[in-house]
């Protein structure tokens, strides 16, 4: 019996690419190739850790892009890389719908999570969620992990969490969670697994 349902955000609520910020930037700027990768990956995961604010992202990755501009035209251009993954919305609406309680855990950074909020209305039905950037760990550090379950106060054996990459649902089921490794490309798959968890509502997507 699942009462409660963890969600993760990249890749199952919404899709994304980074790479569409990237050639925006570029365009913007006047670059004609990519620039590296590492520095800019590195501080992206350092914001979404809680390691570094806001500003200092800001500091390491500007330059990269060669940007001018102002720290908001940056921001813009930066954080507009998601669309929504309409059947797996539409999933989670239902469940929260029908009383489900509904979390989200994610790692995620303060500018993507200001934009998401600010953007899909999806995210008004969660009862609460667990972010990297707050918690200052990343899954699947064990910390986040820790966090989410005191927070939200669910039963682990008793509730779902649905991530897209292995070794996050792996270290969630060291918790006791059930796990469901989700692909955005055969959804089918998750809504026929939480039919077989009694959630028989969930239209097909």
């Not at 790692?107 to 909020?117: G, L, R, T, V």
């Not at 999806?122 to 989410?148: C, H, W």
């Amino acid at each position: 019996m699942i009462d409660a349902v963890i969600f993760d955000i990249g890749n199952v609520l919404l899709k994304f690419d980074y790479l569409v910020a990237a050639h925006r930037l570029m365009t913007h700027n006047g670059l004609t190739e990519l620039p590296d990768r590492a520095p800019i990956v590195a501080a992206k995961e350092l914001l979404e850790g809680g390691r570094i604010d806001r500003a200092e992202f800001l500091r390491l990755v500007r330059p990269e892009f060669a940007h001018a501009g102002t720290d908001t035209e940056f921001i813009t251009m930066w954080e507009d890389i998601f669309e929504e993954n309409q059947p797996m919305a539409r999933t989670a609406i239902a469940l929260a719908a029908h009383g489900v309680p509904t979390f989200l855990l994610s790692n995620i950074s303060c500018i993507h999570h200001d934009f998401i909020f600010r953007t899909y209305p999806v995210f008004r039905t969660f009862r609460d969620g667990v972010f990297s950037y707050r918690a200052g760990a990343l899954k699947p550090e064990p910390r986040i992990y820790e966090i989410a379950l005191a927070q939200f106060g669910v039963d682990p054996a008793r509730t779902l969490f649905i991530d897209d990459l292995a070794p996050n649902i792996a270290a969630a089921e060291q918790f006791g969670l059930q796990g469901l490794v989700y692909d955005h490309h055969n959804h089918l798959a998750a809504e026929n697994r939480l039919r077989e968890l009694g959630f028989d509502f969930v239209a097909a997507g």
